[in-house]
């Protein structure tokens, strides 16, 4: 964080305050080892049946753009994908939902670590642990022939229509489109932990895509806090973002690109509004706005306000006043911890020997010839504090 | 940092900022120099113009020209000497055998820095001491003083302070 260079670092402030409503690494290792046990479990229970299964996240978990609910008292979301591998043919939609739902009842009845409670949704059943920060909802599903390997068939609300999925393949096209950038992260990453590069767990890598996309759901849900059931879908954001992003660029710039073309992907057709899936093309992501109508006004408001709110972050003199643009657009809390890390890490060379100021200009930076020496500040204490 | 015995001269001292800030001259008279320049702790910064008045004998002292704005909430500025200098140093972690250049300057640069992360977040990450603890001062807690009380108590200790005389050990020391 000893930078000279004003768009590093603002990067590095960004960086951290979209990091500080990130999933914690111990909540996201708790989380993979619970699914995968549930996963290694059906897999077991469904030996010598009709047919097997597999369980595996989607969304935003296999993503790597989780956020962290606004309010802390909330739990994360993870949208876990139980897929039956027997044929659409052989059941039907209720009887898939009952199938998996008994063999998760069966589950948590063997009373596995973090001691999951099963609760029914609409289409879902939903693992709950009560000490967890996280609940999984598991989506029942069976493959889709037409689109083997990944696809899949969901069931709908009204357990009806199967839908069709893919969130395996849309995560592959999610990946490639930050692919190199992912590369040499990772790579960095290795070579800084001295590591070999397979080694570097991939969800502890983060491009700027993917903080990208979490600074716009993170926007999004201060901007929707009063009306959440308008908030953009994170689909639209995330496949938005995605297609906006030229793969490379600071952090900063990526924010305020993506931003501004964004609203010019959205598509006209036949006077409704189209946001495609990426891996198929006939599903339109946008599709509820067509029963909702206003929220795609409220959508163009949305991202034409963190586009500027974004750009605001470049304009203002003073890490004070860039950290109030930050708290402004993320909230308070992603900004302080901001200023935490910048003002330790300063602190910190300072007391290493490692800080040096530039002459001419009075900038702090790594210690050259001459490192600041050790001091104490001093004097009165503010008289306001307690 | 290189330790010397004698005092640094005033034209030392001058010559070092010089050196290190070349655009700034510094105005040096028999007994006294003034140095105002500008500091821009980091690249995000605002350049802070920075008055640094040092006589023989003295304690730098060293004033924000600009006028500093108090986080709403706190009555005044972390790290002030009620004047309004600010408070870089311990007694003695400053001699007057080190550059300005190298110690009261950057360690200002620092405060800068560290004042504008503390006006965003309430908190000042550059360590230090709270309140000073100056020659003579009785151990008066700060948790048991409250408002006024506890602010006057501070001034009481501090009020003189950058421009007490340096310890006798400082201009004492003897060549070899």
């Known amino acids: ?386 | 940092m290189t330790r010397r015995r004698v005092a640094l001269s005033l034209a030392q001292q001058a010559f070092a900022l010089r050196a290190r800030f070349p655009g700034v001259h510094a105005a040096l008279s028999a007994r006294q120099l003034v140095w105002i320049g500008e500091l821009q702790p980091t690249s995000l910064s605002r350049r802070y113009t920075v008055e640094l008045t040092y006589a023989r004998q003295r304690f730098p002292r060293v004033r924000v020209l600009d006028e500093l704005d108090v986080r709403a909430g706190e009555k005044s500025l972390p790290h002030v000497y009620s004047d309004g200098s600010l408070c870089l140093h311990r007694d003695g972690e400053w001699s007057s055998q080190m550059f300005l250049a190298d110690t009261i300057l950057p360690w200002a640069a620092e405060w800068l820095a560290h004042y504008e992360i503390w006006f965003a977040t309430g908190t000042w990450y550059g360590g230090g001491e709270w309140p000073p603890r100056r020659v003579g001062a009785t151990d008066a807690s700060p948790a048991g003083l409250e408002g006024d009380a506890r602010r006057a108590a501070a001034m009481s200790l501090t009020t003189k302070a950058p421009l007490d005389e340096l310890p006798d050990v400082v201009e004492r020391s003897a060549p070899r």
């Open chain 1, 1 to 386: 964080m000893l930078t000279t260079d004003r768009g590093v670092q603002l990067d590095e402030l960004l960086d951290a305050s979209i990091s500080d409503f990130d999933i914690p690494a111990a909540v996201h290792e708790r989380a993979v080892a619970r699914y995968g046990h549930v996963g290694d479990w059906l897999s077991e229970y469904w030996t010598g049946s009709a047919g097997g299964g597999d369980v595996y996240p989607q969304g935003s978990f296999r993503l790597g753009t989780v956020v962290q609910p606004i309010d802390p008292r909330d739990d994360y979301d993870i949208d876990l994908v139980c897929r039956r591998d027997i044929s659409k043919e052989s059941t039907t939609q209720e009887l898939l939902k009952t199938d998996v739902g008994n063999a998760l009842r069966s589950y948590v009845a063997t009373g596995p670590d973090g001691k999951p409670q099963l609760r029914e949704g609409k289409r879902c059943w939903t693992l709950e642990y009560p000490a967890e920060p996280f609940h999984m909802d598991v989506l029942p599903a069976v493959p889709d022939r037409e689109a083997a390997p990944n696809g899949i068939l969901l069931t709908d609300r009204e357990l009806r229509r199967w839908q069709h999925s893919n969130p395996i393949d849309y995560a592959s096209w999610f990946q490639t489109r930050m692919a190199r950038e992912f590369h040499e992260k990772r790579a960095a990453a290795a070579q800084a932990r001295k590591m070999d590069v397979e080694d570097v767990p991939e969800w502890q890598v983060k491009t700027t895509l993917q903080r990208t996309v979490q600074a716009l759901k993170r926007h999004r849900d201060s901007y929707f806090a009063e009306n959440a059931e308008d908030r953009p879908a994170s689909i639209i954001i995330t496949t938005l973002a995605a297609r906006a992003y030229t793969g490379s660029g600071s952090l900063h710039d990526v924010l305020v690109d993506v931003t501004a073309t964004m609203p010019t992907l959205v598509e006209r057709r036949d006077g409704v509004w189209w946001v495609e899936n990426p891996v198929q093309p006939e599903e339109n992501f946008a599709d509820r706005w067509r029963a909702h109508p206003g929220r795609d006004r409220l959508f163009f408001e949305w991202i034409a306000r963190a586009h500027t709110d974004f750009a605001g972050f470049g304009s203002e003199r003073g890490v004070d006043r860039v950290l109030t643009k930050i708290a402004g657009a993320f909230g308070e809390r992603p900004a302080k911890s901001a200023g935490a890390l910048y003002g330790s890490a300063l602190a910190d060379a300072r007391d290493r020997g490692r800080l040096g100021m530039a002459g001419g200009t009075g900038l702090l930076c790594a210690a050259g010839v001459k490192p600041i020496p050790r001091h104490t500040f001093h004097g009165d204490a503010p008289s306001g504090r307690a």
